[in-house]
């Protein structure tokens, strides 16, 4: 087994175990790998999960800073039906909508849920479709998949 050259921590004041397993119901191809509790340290536990695929390790400790949207986890989805399942999926139990495909899962983990074609309609040549496209993602919250599409056309959803 090779060893992943970058993994994202996340550091939670009490809920690592509980959120990894949160996640991993979500997710395909997601398991919890292992929880280590580390006998130094009180109630600190380590926490290593997949999600998609990908390696994440979580702890449980004190002193943990919130987390905000300086550091957020991008789902890109095919459809308004996947926008959707994982969208209402990590609001569900406390989490919070934000705006422009933000929201906050009840761990305070911030998540942007995208539509594949939003970033290559955001970055098309032409500066006109490019500007509908943010102008109509600018005025969402949870994304509207209809609705970019039109705005990049420049007809109404």
Known sequence: MSIQKITPFLWYAKEAEQAAAFYTEIFPDSRVVR???????GATKVVEFVLFGQPFIAMSAEGGESFNHSISLMINCSDQAEVDRYWDRLVEGGGAH??????????????????????????????????????AMMRMTKFDVARLKAAYAGTKA
């Not at 929880?35 to 340290?41: D, I, L, Q």
């Not at 539509?115 to 098309?124: G, S, T, V």
């Open 35 to 41: 929880v280590t509790p580390v006998p130094s340290a």
């Open 98 to 135: 934000d705006n422009c495909g933000w929201l906050k899962d009840r761990f305070g983990v911030s998540w942007q849920i995208v539509p594949n074609d939003l970033i290559p309609m955001m970055a098309d040549p032409d500066p006109i479709k490019a500007a509908r496209v943010a102008e």
